[in-house]
């Protein structure tokens, strides 16, 4: 079985989400998703319109999704893909090269970004609306 992960915020939940587990489960059979904590979302100087346990609840719904952990820290990731026994690590091309590192554990590939859409716009467009 071949298992990856991905990690990210997943803050108002949107279509750019969605195509990113859409892909990264395609590319195994198993997808594990570490959704940041309020905490950890602190430290990425991230302010959250959903809390934690909403924005992991809503990933855990979609159906590519196999499994959800919390991403406490930058740290991380070595001891999840040991532990979960990951073969692939999948992040957002605005990521490429910061996970490298990880090359020497498991597969890890970058996806295009899904263009004109974050949790960041939403909330602009949204703002002007009203
Ligand atoms: N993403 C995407 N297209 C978008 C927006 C986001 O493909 N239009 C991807 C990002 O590249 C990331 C994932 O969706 O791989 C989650 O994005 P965020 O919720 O913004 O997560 P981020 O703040 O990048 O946190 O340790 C890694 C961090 O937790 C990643």
């Known amino acids: 079985m071949k298992k990856v992960i991905t990690y990210g915020t997943f803050d108002l939940f949107h279509y750019g989400h969605l195509r990113i587990l859409e892909r990264a489960r395609a590319l ?3 997808l594990v998703v570490a959704v940041s904590t309020d905490e950890f979302n602190a430290i ?3 302010k959250c319109v959903y809390p934690y346990q909403h924005r992991a609840r809503i990933v855990e719904a979609i159906k590519y999704v196999d499994e959800v952990i919390p991403e406490h820290d930058w740290e991380q990731k070595g001891q999840d893909i ?4 990951i073969d692939i690590l999948v992040m957002g091309n605005d990521w490429k090269g910061k996970f490298d590192e ?11 970004r899904t263009p004109d859409i974050s949790s ?9 609306q009203h």
Request: aromatic share 10%; glycine share 6%; hydrophobic share 25%.
């Open 28 to 30: 195994g059979d198993y």
């Open 44 to 46: 990425k100087g991230k």
């Open 82 to 85: 040991v532990s979960h026994k």
């Open 102 to 112: 990880f090359k020497k554990l498991c597969e890890v590939i970058y996806l295009e």
């Open 120 to 128: 960041t716009e939403i909330k602009t467009n949204v703002k002007n």
